[in-house]
C-alpha cells in the first residue's frame, strides 16, 4: 500500500476520476485528491469512495481548501507542503494541456501547481495527458514535456530525437521517477479521432500498482512495459 496523491486536472477525461479512485483504492492505496476547479465540471465529488479520516469527504481538495480560513495566521497549515511530504507517488491524471503548460513553466497559481512546483522529484511522479488530437501534435505539447525532462533529467539539451513517439522512452532513461504514460488513440469526446484520450484506468492503475511493487529498484522494468503498452 502506498500513500498516492491524484492530480485531476480539467480534461473531459475527468469524468474516469471515480473509477480511478476506485482502482486504487482497491488495491489497498491511502488515495488523496487535488481537483483542479474546472476538473470539476466533469464529475461529482460525491461519487468517489471515502477517504481517510483526516482528509475531506471523498479525500478530495479543491483550490478553496488551501488557504480556507480569511486571513493566513502565523502556524496555519501550508497544505500543499502537507501534503507534500504526506504522499509518496503523486499520480496527474488527466493531464491536461493547460497545466503541462505550467508545470513546464514552473507556474504555482492553485493547488495542484503548487504541489507540482514544491515536489520532492525523489519521489515519482506518473504524468497520464489527455487532450485534442491537434492539442497533443502541436510543437508547443513536446517542447513543454521537453522542459520538464531538461529540468528533471539534468541535461544540456534534448536528445537529438526528440519527439512526442519517443517522449516515454526517453523519460524512462533519463527522469526514471517521472513516468510518461501517453495518450491513446480512439474517438474523442468532441467527435475527433486521433490520439489524445487518456490511457485506461486500468493501465494507470497497473503503473501506479508496478512501482509500488518493485519500487525504485524495478523502475526501468515498469517504464519498458508503459512504453510498450
Known amino acids: 500500500m502506498a500513500r498516492v496523491l491524484l492530480g485531476v486536472t480539467g480534461s473531459v ?14 488495491s489497498h492505496h491511502d ?25 475531506p469527504a471523498g479525500g478530495l481538495y ?5 488557504w480556507p480560513n480569511d486571513r493566513y ?19 496527474v491524471a488527466p493531464l491536461d494541456a493547460n497545466t503541462l503548460g505550467k508545470f ?9 501547481t503548487c504541489v507540482f512546483r514544491a515536489w520532492d ?11 485534442n488530437t491537434l492539442m497533443w501534435q502541436s510543437p508547443v505539447t513536446a517542447r513543454h514535456l521537453g522542459q520538464i525532462l531538461l529540468d528533471q533529467g539534468r541535461l544540456r539539451g534534448l536528445p537529438v530525437d526528440w519527439s512526442l513517439e ?35 484506468v486500468e493501465a494507470i492503475a497497473e503503473v501506479v500498482h508496478s512501482w509500488t511493487s518493485s519500487g525504485a529498484e524495478g523502475e526501468h522494468d515498469q517504464q519498458a512495459r508503459v512504453t510498450k503498452s
Not at 16 to 26: D, G, I, K, N, Q
Not at 36 to 41: A, D, I
Not at 62 to 66: G, T, Y
Not at 188 to 194: E, F, N, Q
Open 73 to 91: 495566521h502565523r502556524g496555519d497549515a501550508v497544505l500543499h507542503i502537507e501534503l507534500r511530504n504526506w504522499a509518496e507517488l503523486l499520480v
Open 166 to 200: 519517443s517522449a516515454p522512452e526517453h523519460f524512462a532513461r533519463l527522469a526514471p521517477r517521472i513516468i510518461l504514460i501517453p495518450p491513446q488513440s480512439k474517438r474523442l469526446a468532441c467527435g475527433d479521432i486521433g490520439v489524445g484520450a487518456m490511457a485506461e
Open 121 to 131: 522529484f525523489q519521489r515519482p511522479v506518473i504524468l497520464a495527458p489527455a487532450m
Open 31 to 55: 488515495v488523496r485528491i487535488i481537483a483542479t476547479e474546472p476538473s470539476l465540471y466533469f464529475f461529482d465529488p460525491r461519487d468517489l469512495s471515502r477517504g481517510d479520516d483526516q482528509s
Open 13 to 26: 477525461a475527468a469524468i474516469r476520476t471515480p473509477a480511478l479512485v476506485e482502482a486504487l483504492r482497491a
Open 62 to 66: 479543491r483550490d478553496r481548501d488551501e
Open 104 to 112: 513546464a513553466l514552473g507556474l504555482s497559481d492553485n493547488f495542484l
